[in-house]
């Protein structure tokens, strides 16, 4: 049930906005093409119009398959007080502590991300671009969400505080008007020596902005009133919106929030896309710019693949889980 209200909740959101929202999403996705190394960035810049266009398709399968839903958000404060910093690291740890049901309740991203991780990095050792591509792409989604505030907490609209809406409105509405003024510089991709430790980083971060995203908001709509919201022209409809003068004072006060979460996101998926390529033994990726092989060459080198992954003496302990 839980899951089905947050499926009805982000469909209202999907629907009213075109931007973690649309915009912020392919900003991340494409952004962070540029911190790839050169053995990396001209397979990607090949592909820069699907990267970007592509770093949506994981909230469209939100509404048709059931078990998505939950592979954007985990609410940790489920959990209690400094969950965030007690809570298993690793799949097979968390099953046991809480079982599945429990958590794909209150969400899997993080353990969802060091899945997507593992696949990625298979696929560029069978070097099958297309893979490489709609991963790559998907991940840059999923870690765009591991830095909204907003996907770490069961106040995940302020429903619980009547500040429904404020989703949209940190992710979608604030971008939407400011996102041209952001500097997006953050250097080069760097190699993770645990990318799972890495993701549970950033959810840690994200969750400890909950308080003053919440708390701005309220104090705003305070003083503001009735001045919170005005009504724009989208298209054939005129809507209620979030006024100008209210975003623009809740962006002040937050400080550059939303900037640095963007900054935050590009970087760390940068990071993913190079970690992965390092871990697969750095195929050639020019190579695969206008190659497109055969399923019959792909079907071998999984089965080669899978030959590599028996023959290996130890297997780390947390690769053996996995989640849905």
Not at 83 to 93: S, T
Not at 136 to 158: M, R
Not at 172 to 197: C, M
Not at 255 to 262: A, P, T
């Amino acid at each position: 049930m839980k899951t089905l209200l947050k499926v009805i909740l982000f469909t209202g959101i999907f629907l009213l906005f075109s931007g973690w929202g649309f915009h912020a999403h392919r900003q991340i996705n494409r952004l962070a093409v540029f911190t790839l190394p050169p053995e990396m960035i001209g397979f990607y810049k090949a592909n820069l119009q699907y990267i970007s266009e592509a770093a949506v398709n994981a909230d469209r399968r939100r509404f048709a398959v059931v078990e998505e839903a939950p592979r954007h958000y985990i609410d940790i404060d489920h959990y209690g007080d400094s969950a965030v910093y007690k809570m298993p690291r690793f799949w097979n740890d968390a099953v046991e502590k809480f079982g599945e049901d429990t958590l794909k309740a209150y969400g899997i991203l993080p353990w969802h991300l060091y899945t997507m991780y593992f696949r990625l990095r298979d696929a560029f050792m069978v070097k099958d671009p297309s893979r490489i591509l709609s991963l790559s792409a998907d991940i840059g989604h999923y870690i765009a969400d591991a830095h909204v505030p907003l996907h770490t907490t069961e106040n995940y609209n302020g429903q619980l505080t009547g500040q429904e809406g404020i989703h949209a409105f940190w992710e979608s509405r604030i971008p939407e008007l400011f996102s041209t003024e952001y500097d997006y510089f953050v250097g080069k991709a760097t190699y993770l020596e645990n990318a799972q430790i890495a993701v549970w980083e950033a959810i840690v971060q994200s969750h400890r902005e909950v308080d003053s995203v919440l708390s701005i908001e309220k104090r705003l709509s305070e003083q503001f009133g009735e001045q919170k919201y005005s009504f724009e022209t989208k298209g054939k409809q005129t809507v209620r919106v979030y006024s100008y003068e209210f975003s623009k004072a809740y962006a002040e006060a937050l400080n550059g929030m939303i900037e640095r979460q963007m900054r935050l996101a590009i970087k760390m998926l940068g990071d993913f896309w190079f970690t992965a390529w390092v871990d697969a033994g750095q195929p050639d990726l020019k190579s695969l710019i206008n190659y497109k092989p055969t399923e019959a060459e792909l079907e071998q080198r999984r089965k080669e693949l899978e030959a590599w992954k028996q023959q290996r003496i130890k297997t780390r302990e947390h690769e053996s889980g996995t989640t849905p």
